[in-house]
Each structure stands twice: as C-alpha cells, then as structure tokens.
C-alpha cells in the first residue's frame, strides 16, 4: 500500500469514483478508500430516472455495477479500509486507516451520508440491532411484512423495491407530501403497498422473531397494533464527516479556499442527494485539483 498520495479520496460512491476517474484520465496519483462495497446510496436507488443517457432508468444496483466495470477498466482499485481519522498539520493531509498511515497534498471529502436513528426509547435496546436503515440488505426478501418508517423520497423508494415480493406498510408520522408526488402515486397503485399517515408510534415489542408496533392515528384514541417480519427506517440522513479531525474542521473554509480540500456529492448537497450532481461534483473537484497542480508545477 502506498504511503504517500498526492490526492487522498474517502468515499467511493459516485462522487468519489467520479473524482478518481478524472485524476486517473489527468495523470494525477491518488488513492481511494471505501470500507463498504463501493456505490454508496446508489445500493438503495429502487429506479434512477433522470440520469442522462437512460431512457428508460436504471437500477442502482446496475448503475454500480457499471460503475464498478469502469473502475476496473482505469484499474482504479479502491482501498477497503475505513478511514478512521483524517487531520491537516504542517501542510499536508494524514489519513488513518486500518493499518494504513497515507499522507497526501489535497483531500477529497466524498464520504457521503449516514441514516438518521431513532433515538427514543420506542425501541428497546435489545431490538436496535434489528432495525434496518438501508434496503439493500433486505433486497432478497420473500413473503415477508416490512414496516417502513418515514414518509420522505427515501421510504417510498424503498418500499417500491421491496414490493415485488413482499407486503410494505409505511408508518408516516405526517403525511406523503414530503415525498416526490411521482414516487407517492406508484406506491399508491402498488397493490403490496399500505400507506398510514399521521401516526404516532407509542411502542415496539418484539416477540418470537416478530415486531408489534403499538400506534395511534391522529385525532383518534384508540390504539391499533401493526406486526412486522422487519423494521426499516428512513427518516433522514446527515454528513458522514466524523472522521474530520479538528485541525480540518477549524480550517476548513481556509482550506477550501486555497484549494486544498474538496467535499462532493452527498456529504455537502443536503436534500439534493442526486447521482448526475454527484458525478458534477466529482469530475469538477478532479479538474480543479489538476489545475492546481499543474500552476504549481509552471
């Protein structure tokens, strides 16, 4: 493993492979790292739509799949260490990771987000482990009743993949509106689909392997129960940056400023978590630092 880059990459969701097969076609060196399989969001994506050059959209499970082909065809290899820490001192970037100490000039920040918990105690401690904040691991369910919690893009997204083959009821502590309109009119005429809007979870037991949620609609009394094969939750997603040490963090505007450090895709855009945005990102950091590079080679 090299020990010195001179560009340092955490996150390979489309931003970050979108920034390393820029510097790869730009000459620069770089390293790359993701813990997880690479794609990020994407693993969850039930159907990308507006992505240019496929009409009829595409799966994010495809899309990453392609994307990995293309990794391996500027034999990109990204490191599967997680980065645990990140920190800036005397000109220069020092990523820890695993056994791996990398030092590097410029920092792409492309870790994207991570789910939001739940953090009340509506679930017990000993049924944490069992709750699900991403579908991808649920994908290869059959004849099961998940209970999705939320009611933004993400939950219904998530409830059209599991639909096929599955019953879905979505718990909505509101109502639909905050989800794209396209998304909430296809769950409605999904026969698997059941929407409940504006209930108030009051308890979740679990019993033999199974969830009972305790709720009540608002305006009423009277309590109903709902029981689960499985819990997915989706009620937000905040920066993955608790990796940033303190020496980044204090100087980040400086940073930035002077070109020394990127963030892309999802870890910056807030609600406008989408793949074509964070592919600009990507690609427009990349071209950025080879300017930068090359003015200093001049």
Known sequence: ???????????????????AIQL????????IFEERQIGGLLLNAHLIENYPGFPLGISGPELVE???RQLERWEIQPISDRVEQAEYRDGSFFISAGNLKLTSHMLVVASGTVAEQISDPLIPEHIQ?????EVHPLKNLRGRHVVIVGAGDAAFDYAMSLAEHNH????????DSSCLSLLSQRAKKTSNIEIQQQIRIQAIEQNQGRFTF???????????RVVADFILVAIGRRPALNYLAPSISNMKENLVRDGYLYFVGDVKNQLYRQTGICVGDGIKAAMQINERIRARQA
């Open 129 to 133: 482990d069992h709750v699900y904040y």
């Open 168 to 175: 879905i009821t979505i718990l909505c502590r509101g109502n």
């Open 1 to 19: 493993m090299p020990d010195f880059s001179e560009v340092a990459i955490v996150g390979a969701g489309p931003a970050g492979i979108a920034t």
């Open 24 to 31: 790869r076609r730009s000459g620069v060196d770089f390293s």
């Open 214 to 224: 305790h709720v009540i609609e608002e305006g009423k009394s009277q309590e109903r």
């Open 66 to 68: 392609r994307l990995g």
